[in-house]
């Protein structure tokens, strides 16, 4: 015989501290917010001592300066010889050796035109 119980129905569900959806219990993720409930997510490490400072490099504000009695500072990056070829794109970057004038700079005398078509007769 079926039990009348309506909280029957909610055994074995916990709800979300941030939404309030009722969910499975021990589920890890709410379904209706996305609130994580569980950590099994997130990557265990040790946090750095309180006293503890990076270590940076000594940078001299002078070799940044616009004087030119300084010489300029050797960066390095990092280089990669691998070429990767680009497709699907249509615009055009490549470098024409022709200069074309500015529009308006052009003669319209010497503006070569095609001849109109009749198109009726």
Request: glycine share 6%; charged share 30%; aromatic share 4%.
């Given at each position: 015989m079926?039990?009348?119980d309506?909280?029957?129905?909610l055994k074995?569900?916990?709800?979300?501290t941030?939404?309030g959806?009722i969910e499975?219990?021990?589920?890890?993720r709410c379904?209706?917010?996305?609130?994580f409930?569980s950590?099994?997510?997130?990557?265990e490490?040790?946090a750095?001592p309180?006293n503890?400072?990076?270590?940076?490099?000594?940078?001299d504000p002078?070799?940044?300066?616009?004087s030119?009695?300084h010489?300029?500072?050797?960066?390095?990056?990092?280089?990669?010889?691998?070429i990767s070829?680009?497709?699907?794109g249509?615009?055009d970057?490549?470098?024409?050796?022709e200069?074309?004038l500015?529009?308006s700079?052009?003669?319209p005398?010497?503006?070569?035109?095609?001849?109109?078509?009749?198109?009726?007769?």
């Open positions: 079926p039990s009348d309506t909280l029957e129905s074995g569900k916990s709800s979300c941030v939404c959806c499975k219990e021990g589920s890890i379904q209706e917010c996305g609130t409930h950590g099994i997510h997130l990557e490490r040790e750095p309180p503890a400072t990076p270590e940076r490099e000594i940078i002078s070799l940044y300066s616009l030119d009695n010489a300029i500072p050797e960066e390095n990056f990092e280089e990669s010889e691998e070829a680009w497709d699907g249509s615009t970057f490549s470098m024409s050796d200069e074309e500015p529009v700079k052009i003669d005398d010497e503006l070569e035109l095609p001849m109109p078509e009749t198109l009726s007769e």
